[in-house]
């Protein structure tokens, strides 16, 4: 998967990448306690950048305990402007893979996988927060990450979608469990899907951009498996539940 890196060396000289995390760590976790120690011991007195490292440096020394919460932040951080970054990628839903408002005032992307048991389980989530929140726009990602079945479930989606019957064969395939051959031809028949829709689709350089594409936005986040949620600029991942997606999409509304 792809990371995002915090710095590399730089052979004219430049930050290298342990010097890039240091000043991130100092930027985010020491902002209060460790300049309020710096400014104790100079008393007003201005100080050199070397002086300033060192009594951060002894702060960490001393308070270990701060290290995750300060890779935490940084790595939320990160992601936020990644996030900003690609947002219309993230939000522009491929043909009609989306439900809600169209103008959403929040947008929560979902990549998901239909042979995922994780994605079965937050479908419900999904729609209920549609279904009570008139405001909210979701749109969905194919992110087949788990076999042959899930490829051919997604192309047969995307299909629904070019077709404009997304959300009739979504729900009906997660609601018959697993994505077999046969469970695929009876979700594409109970939308309205025709055979000859899902092999113009299957394997077509629309299908193959679309999911690539998809894939890329994914690993931009390090995001490490289905169901992986975008909502602001938040990245959300695994089956959290109805409660911890509103209370991010609540979050969401507030910043905007």
Same mark, same amino acid.
């Given at each position: 998967?792809?990371?995002?890196? /915090?710095?590399a060396a730089d052979p004219a000289g430049g930050?290298?990448?342990?010097?890039?995390? /240091?000043?991130? /760590?100092?930027?985010?976790?020491?902002?209060?306690? @460790?300049? @309020?120690?710096?400014?104790?011991? %100079?008393?007003?007195?201005?100080?050199?950048?070397?002086?300033?490292?060192? *009594?951060?440096?002894?702060?960490?020394?001393?308070?270990?305990?701060?290290?995750?919460?300060?890779?935490?932040?940084?790595?939320?951080?990160?992601?936020?402007?990644?996030?900003?970054?690609?947002?219309a990628a993230f939000e522009t839903p491929f043909?009609?893979?989306?439900?809600?408002?169209?103008?959403?005032?929040?947008?929560?992307?979902?990549?998901?996988?239909?042979?995922?048991?994780?994605?079965?389980?937050?479908? @419900?989530?999904?729609?209920?927060?549609?279904?009570?929140?008139?405001?909210? %726009? *979701?749109?969905?990602?194919?992110?087949?990450?788990?076999?042959?079945?899930? !490829?051919?479930?997604?192309?047969?989606?995307?299909? +629904? &979608?070019?077709?404009?019957?997304?959300?009739?064969?979504?729900?009906?395939?997660?609601?018959?469990?697993?994505?077999?051959?046969?469970?695929?031809?009876?979700?594409?028949?109970?939308?309205?899907?025709?055979?000859?829709? *899902?092999?113009?689709?299957?394997?077509? !350089?629309?299908?193959?951009?679309?999911?690539?594409?998809?894939? %890329? !936005?994914?690993?931009?986040?390090?995001?490490?498996?289905?169901?992986?949620?975008?909502?602001?600029?938040?990245?959300?991942?695994?089956?959290?539940?109805?409660? &911890? !997606? %509103?209370? &991010?999409? +609540?979050?969401?509304?507030?910043?905007?």
């Amino acid at each position: 998967m792809a990371s995002n890196k /915090l710095g590399a060396a730089d052979p004219a000289g430049g930050m290298s990448a342990r010097g890039s995390m /240091l000043a991130g /760590l100092i930027g985010i976790v020491i902002g209060g306690s @460790a300049v @309020a120690l710096w400014a104790d011991r %100079k008393e007003g007195a201005g100080g050199s950048r070397a002086e300033m490292e060192g *009594v951060v440096r002894d702060y960490i020394l001393a308070n270990p305990e701060i290290l995750p919460e300060a890779m935490e932040r940084l790595q939320q951080r990160s992601t936020a402007e990644t996030i900003e970054a690609n947002r219309a990628a993230f939000e522009t839903p491929f043909a009609g893979a989306w439900a809600g408002a169209q103008q959403g005032d929040v947008v929560l992307v979902e990549f998901f996988d239909y042979a995922c048991g994780f994605c079965r389980k937050s479908n @419900a989530d999904v729609e209920r927060l549609l279904r009570e929140d008139p405001k909210l %726009k *979701v749109v969905w990602r194919e992110w087949p990450v788990l076999g042959p079945n899930s !490829l051919a479930a997604a192309e047969a989606s995307l299909a +629904a &979608a070019r077709a404009d019957r997304f959300q009739e064969f979504h729900d009906r395939l997660f609601a018959s469990g697993r994505p077999t051959p046969q469970a695929i031809v009876a979700a594409q028949q109970a939308a309205g899907i025709t055979p000859e829709q *899902v092999a113009a689709m299957r394997g077509s !350089l629309q299908a193959r951009e679309e999911l690539e594409r998809n894939h %890329k !936005l994914a690993t931009s986040l390090n995001a490490s498996g289905t169901p992986t949620f975008v909502i602001g600029d938040q990245l959300l991942q695994g089956a959290i539940g109805y409660e &911890a !997606l %509103k209370a &991010a999409i +609540a979050r969401a509304r507030e910043k905007a």
